[in-house]
């Protein structure tokens, strides 16, 4: 009995983050085109660098840019084991600091959902941005605004293709 209780003791601690909730946004990493409509029938375009590993295997890194306009921004993503969801704070090049959470969306296939913890603005907006139709080569992401009726209507789609 002391044998088995001193190789327990013994048995190194898993690694940090290699529970399977740290992989489920695995998908996005990596380099994307994104593509959006723009007024008038223009399309905007803009890239995302999403990392792993830069800051350990706990944190997902995203690196957007909008060469166009010049907005940049970036996200940093990891499980909230406490929680259990996802966080992610976002900063811009626009003044933009939003912090969100939330996870895989029930009941929809590749549909993940994070949903701002504090109302922002004047009129306390609340937000939310979706992974949909994710695919290995593409996904769709949406940021949507709640409306007083608790709906949410987007308010900016982009179309990801993976950089080949």
């Known amino acids: 009995m002391l044998v088995a209780l001193a190789l327990a003791?013994?048995?190194?601690a898993p690694p940090p983050c290699s529970t399977p909730e740290y992989r489920q946004l695995?998908?996005?990493v990596g380099d994307w085109?994104?593509?959006f409509d723009l007024p008038g029938g223009k399309t905007g375009r803009a890239t995302n660098r999403i990392t792993r590993n830069e800051y350990g295997d706990c944190v997902i890194a995203e690196h957007f840019d909008q060469p166009d306009t010049g907005f940049v921004g970036a996200s940093f993503s990891t499980w909230d084991r406490h929680r259990k969801k996802w966080v992610q704070t976002w900063v811009d090049s626009g003044g933009g600091y939003i912090t969100l959470a939330g996870g895989p969306v029930e009941g929809q296939a590749w549909s993940f959902e994070l949903v701002t913890l504090e109302p922002r603005g004047p009129q306390q907006v609340h937000s939310?941005?979706?992974?949909?139709d994710v695919k290995p080569e593409s996904?769709?992401?949406r940021w949507q605004a709640r409306q007083a009726d608790g709906s949410y209507t987007d308010s900016w789609v982009i179309r990801y293709k993976r950089r080949k």
């Open 128 to 132: 939310r941005m979706i992974w949909q």
């Open 26 to 28: 695995d998908f996005w």
């Open 33 to 35: 085109d994104g593509e």
């Open 9 to 12: 003791a013994a048995a190194p």
């Open 139 to 141: 996904f769709t992401w």
